[in-house]
Nanobody, 120 residues
Framework: VQLQASGGGLVEAGGSLRLSCAAS????????MDWYRQAAGKQRELVAT???????NYADSVKGRFTISRDTAKMMVYLQMNSLEPEDTAVYYC???????????????WGQGTQVTVSS
């Protein structure tokens, strides 16, 4: 199983970016899908999560600016980031709880990270 994240880049403050993450491999089902970020010198933090049923939750710092969505059939999760601020600069990681067998529970998988840099 692999998670492949893409869509990061350099953007000016106030701009927008859309991150994508594709799951691939021998997958039975995907439970929660999330986006985390880690800024230089800081701990990794949860940015947004979306359940299998489509319910979303956000960190207070991104509420009203970021939107998480998923395409269950394509096994993808997205993060639309608007009104970006320099404080959003970080490496963004996708994460998912994935079942690879009907006979065991879900395991935790991480993508490789994609850099988002917001200039002031």
């Amino acid at each position: 199983v692999q998670l492949q994240a893409s869509g990061g880049g350099l953007v000016e403050a106030g701009g927008s970016l859309r991150l994508s993450c594709a799951a691939s491999g021998s997958i039975v089902s995907i439970n929660d899908m999330d986006w985390y970020r880690q800024a230089a010198g800081k701990q990794r933090e949860l940015v947004a999560t979306i359940t299998r049923g489509g319910s979303a939750n956000y960190a207070d710092s991104v509420k009203g600016r970021f939107t998480i969505s998923r395409d269950t059939a394509k096994m993808m999760v997205y993060l639309q980031m608007n009104s970006l601020e320099p404080e959003d600069t970080a490496v963004y990681y996708c994460h998912a709880d994935i079942r690879t067998s009907r006979f065991r529970g879900a395991d935790s998988y991480w993508g490789q990270g994609t850099q988002v840099t917001v200039s002031s």
